[in-house]
């Protein structure tokens, strides 16, 4: 079993910087795929980002690609989502997950959070 419990979100204007934090318990991150994905009210969930703390690897959508930044701590088993030159687009719920392969569907991955709310004024 793993606990996630995500924290950081807020409001913001549009250009400004959030950073997310997703703190695991239960399991290593070391040992799994973690991702970040987010819901938009009337949408569907949708992939953010993906690493694989272990193998080093990181991955984006391309909508946030060279604007947020994932990174994990394998000492504090956490994840973090650096969100620079934010958007109101980019304005949803923000989850993190656990998966045992390095995807981008949330089908495929095992364990959420209960999700931040990050709101981009414009």
């Known amino acids: 079993q793993v606990q996630l419990v995500e924290s950081g979100g807020g409001l913001v204007q549009a250009g400004g910087s959030l950073r997310l934090s997703c703190a695991a318990s239960?399991?290593?991150?070391?040992?799994?795929?973690m991702g970040w994905f987010r819901q938009a009210p009337g949408k569907e969930r949708e992939f953010v980002a993906v690493?694989?703390?272990?193998?080093?690897?990181?991955s984006y959508a391309e909508s946030v690609e060279g604007r947020f930044t994932i990174s994990g701590d394998n000492a504090k088993n956490t994840v973090y989502l650096q969100m620079n030159t934010l958007k109101p687009e980019d304005t949803g719920v923000y989850y993190c997950?656990?998966?045992?392969?390095?995807?981008?569907?949330?089908?495929?991955?095992?364990?959420w959070g209960q999700g931040t709310q990050v709101t981009v004024s414009s």
């Open positions: 997950a656990v998966s045992r392969a390095y995807l981008r569907i949330a089908t495929d991955y095992d364990y």
């Open positions: 690493i694989s703390v272990g193998a080093g690897k990181s």
């Open positions: 239960g399991r290593s991150i070391s040992r799994y795929a």
